[in-house]
């Protein structure tokens, strides 16, 4: 799996290459020169997106992490941005960082149901915001024939994923194979010390459904309200670099450009993809490959920033937690 996400990774740079090279660097960077410090609120708007996608993670969170200061959740979450972004691992890197980070706090499994539950709320909202958004918007644009099919068959595949998910969730089933293995003494004792972690995990679950019913659907809202921010980012774009900015369009362009990204999620930082996506979707609306390589590559700055600031959370998290360790070491006369 390693060596196929290193692959994926290479082949990603030299598609961006060729990308690069055959719409024009001079081109693309002409484009950069008009957008010049204009870079700094596109970047800005998402650190917004952040905000809102962490007051959402925070309805997820059961018992004693729930109590936790915004600002320790906001940090936790930028964690596993970084990690998602920058590791190789399909997005499930960030969310087991985000469970150890959780766990600093308190060993409980109420760490990994937060996790798991706000996993769920952001792909949920995802895929209802881009659903709904492309219905509204999308009747307009020309995408080539061939891209429709497997799009719309993606699409209804991972609803029902994401759906089934939600029911696995709500009655405690996420441990149900390895229960059943263990019942019948199956992978020894090894197995069934997971399934008594993982059923402690499906009890957590299952008191946050049956005792906030209303928190999922809130916290959809709020990762919902996060994404809507990437509509006005979109505007502000075509604002620099357009005479007459359609919001119209510029919401089109976000939910199209949010659609192949809920399809594409498992490619190692979508390197050359989400460019390549850009292009397609700016050509789709009438604005050309340039102007929709200089928004991917301007998704890209973003990202990279936010990844980096990623690292400095989970860096101060990790320093706050070896500082604290010490002290009560300290204190219990374990050193001098």
């Known amino acids: 799996m390693k060596r196929f996400h290193t692959a994926s990774i290479i082949l990603g740079l030299v598609f961006l290459a060729c990308l690069v090279w055959r719409i024009g660097p001079g081109e693309l960077l002409g484009e950069f020169r008009t957008i010049g410090w204009g870079l700094a609120p596109l970047v800005l ?17 059961t018992g004693p992490h729930r109590d936790l200061s ?45 996790v798991t539950i706000g996993k769920l709320a952001y792909s949920l909202a995802q895929l209802v915001f881009v659903s709904l958004g ?29 759906f089934s998910f939600v029911l696995v969730q709500k009655y405690g089933k996420l441990g149900a194979v390895i229960r059943w293995l263990a019942l019948h003494r199956i992978g020894g004792k090894l197995l069934e010390n997971a399934a008594s972690h993982i059923t402690e995990t499906d009890n957590e679950l299952k008191l ?46 976000w939910f199209l450009g949010g659609w192949f990204d809920l399809l594409t999620f498992a490619i190692p930082m979508n390197i050359g993809v989400q460019e390549a996506t850009r292009v397609l979707v700016f050509n789709a609306v009438g604005y050309g490959a340039v102007m929709g390589l200089a928004y991917g590559m301007t998704l890209r700055i973003e990202q990279i920033f936010w990844a980096g600031l990623g690292l400095l959370c989970y860096a101060t998290l990790m320093s706050e937690r070896r500082n604290t360790a010490m002290d009560t070491e300290i204190k219990e006369g374990s050193l001098p």
């Not at 998402?46 to 993670?57: D, M, P, Q, S, T």
């Not at 505007?235 to 359609?246: A, H, R």
Request: positive net charge; contains cysteine.
């Open 208 to 253: 946050f459904y049956s005792r906030r019913p209303w928190d999922l659907p809130i916290a959809v809202a709020w990762h919902i309200s996060g994404m809507a921010c990437g509509i006005v980012q979109s505007w502000y774009f075509l604002f620099l670099l357009s005479d007459n900015p359609s919001f119209l369009l510029a919401a089109g362009i």
């Open 134 to 162: 492309s219905i509204v918007t999308l009747w307009k644009v020309e995408l080539p024939a061939g891209v429709w099919p497997p799009m719309l068959l993606a699409s209804a595949l991972l609803a029902a994923g994401i």
């Open 45 to 61: 708007i998402e650190g917004v997106a952040h905000i809102l996608h962490a007051v959402g993670w925070r309805r997820c969170l």
């Open 70 to 114: 915004f600002f320790r959740i906001f940090r936790i979450r930028m964690s596993g941005v970084s990690i998602n972004y920058l590791t190789p691992t399909a997005t499930l890197g960030g969310e087991v960082t985000k469970g150890t980070l959780l766990s600093l706090d308190n060993k409980s499994a109420g760490a990994i149901a937060g």
